[in-house]
């Protein structure tokens, strides 16, 4: 039988496995739950500011048998704390969120600090990729880094951003392009650490908010620049994008990523007949797993991988309440395929 790395490396080539793997990257896609979180006895919001914390949740979520994967952080707000912006470090059920921006407008981007890795919590996420490490295991570790348009829009207020990509086109991408060169230390910093693979999320650079045209000019340019990157470092890479993508699929397939993730808005089987020759990865619904029963995650795991996912993953992030048994069962089905 295969290991959990050795699965997921099998994957990413599109070599034959025994059966999918079953991840759930960190980052925006957050893996852990209050329930996991009371078991092993940590506090959620110190394990945001405390590597030993961040990595010792990370190995719960393997070794209780949720996911075959450790995936650090358990946020999408580090890049942008790290750019001036002020976070609330959530609760014990919700995570970290922006609640001041760092700037007004795309043209205030050259006033922004540069990312800092020798402090903060990118040095926490990087210090915990190395303890992970440290443990010589067979269970692949997954770095994250929030993707630029998503991180661009969490720096300044969205709606004003998005207005600005249009009015104030040659600032906008002098913005993203800076961001988007910050991301690519942040992941080389996390490929230094020991991660095996980079999962980027870019939630707010949908097509649904962009439209194809920009989705294409800011969202697949800016995201393909820090994918090239992290391909020169010989690593494999996970770009989840939420929302529809009937009107963006041409797009999305000019995507460098090794692996495209989707919302479970997103009809598996449709994405397999539009991306034939892509990865692809998902996209069991976090409803259901926080709300259902585990028969029908079940249920959906098994629909998922006979429409065609080559990867499986809840579509977003866990919901801090969803039941461990729940979360389990995705794993537990595809076991019993074998």
């Known amino acids: 039988m295969l290991t959990p790395i050795e699965r997921l490396s099998k994957a990413l080539k599109k070599e034959k496995v025994d059966r999918p793997p079953c991840i759930c990257p960190g980052g925006m896609m957050n893996m852990v739950t209050e329930e996991l979180t009371r078991e092993v006895d940590i506090d959620f919001t110190e394990a945001h500011t405390s590597a030993e914390k961040m990595a010792s949740l990370a190995i719960a979520v393997y070794e209780k048998g949720c996911f075959e994967n450790y995936g650090v952080p358990f946020c999408m707000t580090i890049e942008a704390e790290d750019f001036g912006a002020k976070v609330d470090m959530g609760t014990s059920i919700h995570e970290p969120h922006v609640v001041e921006y ?27 990729i190395k303890l992970l490490k440290s443990k010589g295991s067979s269970v692949p570790i997954v770095g994250n880094i929030t993707g630029p348009i998503s991180t661009a829009s969490s720096i300044m207020e969205p709606v004003v951003f998005f207005k600005e990509l249009r009015k104030m086109n040659k600032e906008a991408h002098q913005f993203i392009d800076f961001v988007a060169e910050q991301l690519i230390l942040f992941a080389k910093k996390q490929i230094e650490a020991g991660a095996d693979i980079i999962a980027i999320s870019d939630p707010s650079g949908t097509g649904e908010v962009l439209g194809p045209k920009l989705f294409d000019e800011f969202a697949v340019k800016y995201i393909n620049k820090v994918i090239d990157s992290i391909k020169r470092e010989n690593k494999g890479t996970i770009v989840h994008i939420c929302g529809g993508m009937n009107k963006v699929y041409e797009e999305v397939n000019k995507l460098n990523s090794d692996v495209l993730s989707f919302d479970s808005i997103v009809n598996m089987k449709e994405a397999r007949a539009k991306l034939e020759d892509r990865i692809l990865m998902g996209n069991v619904s976090t409803y259901a797993i926080e709300f259902g029963d585990p028969q029908k995650v079940r249920e959906l795991t098994k629909k998922c991988v006979d429409d065609g996912a080559d990867i499986l993953s809840p579509a977003c992030g866990l919901g801090m309440k969803s039941p461990i048994r729940n979360v389990r069962s995705m794993l537990e089905a595809l076991k019993e395929e074998i």
């Open 102 to 128: 760092a700037i007004s407008s795309v043209r205030e981007w050259e006033s922004l600090p540069k990312m800092s890795f020798e402090h903060g919590r990118a040095k926490v996420v990087i210090d915990a």
